[in-house]
């Protein structure tokens, strides 16, 4: 099976830069991807690692290494709106990789 | 312009009735899914259909049953209502994704309904 591991909270002020960690076991790995829920809101998607290294989009970023079974989302220059949960997930390879097994979420918390 | 909507929005229901969820996308996807999202905010998916096919179907009880009458609606029907069901239940939607490590296809999530049973 699949288990994530995140840390349960992260705070930071505006303007700060934040790094929210995930690490993963799995038995087969098909890439990380990350999930931003705002409080009352769906989970929207935010970027997926197929490989090692990193990917930038706008202020945010992901990394992954494969090697340490540990990925990490990079927010850069924080704005009260990035306020939100945070979820990293895999994909299960038993089910066709159509399942995503959720980490246990992190909540960013940004104050002025 | 409403890609994955969900009805109701809030549900509150007495324990041991029976109630239903509608879930329908138009994004032209063909792989929807049901995930309960419990006060601990811990996301788990319950079911998903590939072109009105289950084809995930975890151990959830019995009293839980989905229906995809077509691949743009999923719908989610619980029996025997308990007070352990209160979470909020998300469907999504994606295209299916193949094996290959490069290939990804995200999942859109619609707005939830908040269950609670008293």
Redesign the interface.
């Known amino acids: 099976g699949q288990s994530l591991e995140q840390p349960s909270e992260v705070t930071a002020v505006e303007g700060a830069i934040v790094q929210i960690n995930c690490t993963y076991q799995t038995s087969g790995f098909y890439g990380l991807s990350w999930y931003q829920q705002h409080d009352g809101g769906a989970p929207t998607f935010l970027s997926y690692n197929a490989l090692d290294g990193l990917e930038e989009t706008g202020r945010f970023s992901s990394f992954l290494s494969r090697s340490d079974s540990y990925g990490y989302l990079l927010l850069q220059e924080l704005q009260m709106k990035d306020s939100a949960s945070y979820f990293c997930a895999v994909r299960d390879s038993n089910t066709g990789f159509q399942k995503l097994v959720f980490g246990t979420g992190t909540r960013l918390l940004v104050s002025p | 312009d409403t890609a994955v909507s969900q009805t109701p929005k809030y549900l509150v229901t007495q324990m041991g009735n029976d109630k239903s969820i509608k879930c329908e996308q138009n994004l032209g996807h063909d792989?929807m899914y049901w995930y309960k999202q419990d006060s601990k905010?811990?996301?788990?998916?319950m079911f998903?259909y590939?072109n009105k096919e289950l084809?995930?179907n975890e151990t959830v009880p019995n009293r839980f049953s989905p229906k995809s009458p077509d691949k743009a609606h999923l719908n989610l029907h619980i029996n025997s209502l308990e007070l352990g069901d209160s979470a909020v239940y998300?469907c999504a939607s994606?295209r299916?994704?193949?094996?290959g490590?490069?290939?990804?296809n995200?999942?859109?999530?619609?707005?939830?309904t908040r269950l609670t049973v008293l």
């Open positions: 792989t905010k811990f996301l788990k998916i998903s590939n084809i995930i998300f994606s299916r994704t193949s094996g490590l490069r290939a990804y995200e999942q859109f999530f619609g707005p939830g």
